[in-house]
């Protein structure tokens, strides 16, 4: 079949403005062999937004004409990495690049056939099909990710209008956006959480398109939300993405709830700690997602616990039934949407049993159990910010501020005990990357 070519639009840097030192110089460096050697290499995505977006770059991707197993012979520290896809990590100075092949969204019969089926989202995933630059254009998602970028020769490449789209802080889908949104509905949410990061603005018409297609986001394995979950999350920009994912109501796909009907007093309590989760990233502070996903889920959990009974009021015993119970349909209803691992899950469940423990009238009998219990931190921290504008509760709060504070001595002494047991680790983040615990 006879392909229409695409014609890009480049711009040399009187008009891009990118200074080679903002290119990463390992990146360069491989950009050049791959030129030298007569090929084409490009850095793409992210970095070159960042870049003219006068931000830092989490990392930088390569593409490349040439094919996985010609890179590996190029670069004798290089690895072939993925099976279905198929890329290449160089490892140079103790990190690691990765670099892909262009690649092409059009499959041939035989190779949707060859597909894999998943149960899940009843879609075929197309194996490795390799391309042409202006193939590989296409099957990217927003036209500011869709930047082609020469180090050597300082040319940018565009194909989709994504220059003036940044210019514009506009946000644009790359393609047909029904269509695009179809086969990854993943698309969906990056585009809500590009436009809280970068602060872009996403039209009306676009917004019809997200608002027609969000339900196909239930598609995607709840793995991936959660993946998603950490990109919203704790990258900086907490407060503005949850704000954009109600506005355009798919809160409802990470964690399950009617975000619609959320009271005054949790509204208040998720954009106060949400806030406070974006100063902490600024300060480089650990940003814990057990305490991220404790928040998310509260209201869900103690409007269902409110439907029994008064929850501080109850009986430990009874107390621990409806929580068991209520824990259950909550997870049950959750699993439709985001993944949760197991593990989150028990130390969920110990932080929301313990606020009621907390607040319940006989807590001086149970001052020792409660203040040992290994998630009275965390759940001191939730009941902090649950306190936002409930007076009681946060006379409950001061009740238990030195109990918290002699707590945290306690763990920061045991940490620093096991510190100065273990040899140092080699720490495998990147300058950029926020210390991110679970
Ligand atoms: P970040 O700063 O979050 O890393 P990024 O744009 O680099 O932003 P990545 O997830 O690292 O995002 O993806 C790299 C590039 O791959 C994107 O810029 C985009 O061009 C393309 N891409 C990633 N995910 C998709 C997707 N679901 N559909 C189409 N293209 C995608
Ligand atoms: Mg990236």
Redesign the pocket.
Request: net charge positive.
């Given at each position: 079949m006879n392909k229409k070519k695409r014609i890009p639009t480049y711009y040399d840097y009187s008009e891009h403005g990118i200074k080679s030192s903002k290119i990463d110089s390992i990146s360069f460096e491989i950009a050049k062999k791959i030129i030298k050697s007569g090929h084409q290499a490009y850095v793409?995505?992210?970095?070159i937004?960042?870049i003219l977006l006068n931000r830092t770059?989490?990392?930088f991707?390569l593409v490349t004409d040439l094919k996985p197993e010609e890179i590996k012979k190029l670069f004798h520290n290089s690895y072939i990495i993925g099976r279905r896809f198929k890329l290449v990590h160089i490892r140079s100075k103790g990190s690691i690049t990765e670099v892909s092949t262009f690649r092409s969204q059009s499959a041939s019969i035989p190779q949707i056939i060859k597909g894999i089926f998943n149960l899940r989202s009843n879609k075929y995933f197309y194996q490795n099909i390799y391309g042409t630059i202006d193939d590989d254009v296409m099957?990217?998602?927003?036209t500011i990710?869709?930047l082609y970028y020469d180090p050597v020769n300082r040319k940018l490449i565009d194909f989709t209008g994504g220059f003036s789209d940044l210019k514009a802080k506009r946000m644009n889908v790359v393609g047909i956006p029904a269509k695009?949104f179809a086969e990854?509905p993943?698309?969906i949410l990056?585009m809500i959480?590009?436009s809280a990061?970068l602060d872009f603005k996403i039209n009306d018409e676009m917004a019809q398109e997200i608002d027609a297609m969000k339900d196909h986001i239930l598609t995607l394995p709840g793995s991936r939300i959660l993946e998603e979950f950490n990109?919203f999350f704790i990258?900086g920009h907490a407060y503005k993405s949850y704000r954009k994912l109600v506005k355009h109501d798919c809160m409802k796909y990470i964690i399950s709830y009617d975000w619609h009907n959320i009271s005054e007093n949790d509204q208040a309590m998720m954009c106060e700690a949400l806030k406070d989760t974006d100063d902490r990233y600024s300060r480089q502070q650990y940003l814990a997602v057990i305490f991220l996903l404790s928040l998310f889920m509260w209201p869900k959990y103690s409007d269902e616990m409110h439907k029994i009974g008064k929850p501080s009021s109850m009986k430990f015993q009874t107390l621990r039934t409806n929580h068991r119970k209520v824990c259950e349909l909550i997870f049950r209803e959750q699993k439709e949407t985001m993944a949760i691992p197991i593990k989150l899950a028990i130390r969920l469940e110990k932080i929301w049993i313990l606020q009621y423990q907390m607040e319940s009238t006989n807590k001086n009998k149970k001052l020792q159990r409660i203040k040992e219990n290994g998630h009275f931190k965390m759940a001191f921290d939730l009941m902090k910010i649950r306190a936002t504008g409930r007076p009681k509760l946060k006379e409950i709060c001061n009740y238990w501020q030195e109990h918290a504070e002699a707590n945290a001595k306690v763990i920061a002494a045991r940490r620093e005990l096991k510190k100065n047991r273990r040899p140092p680790k080699k720490s495998n983040m990147s300058k950029n990357k926020q210390a991110l615990t679970y």
């Open positions: 793409v995505g992210g970095a937004r960042d770059p989490k990392d991707d099957r990217r998602d927003i990710n869709a695009k990854d993943m698309r990056r959480r590009f990061k990109k990258n």
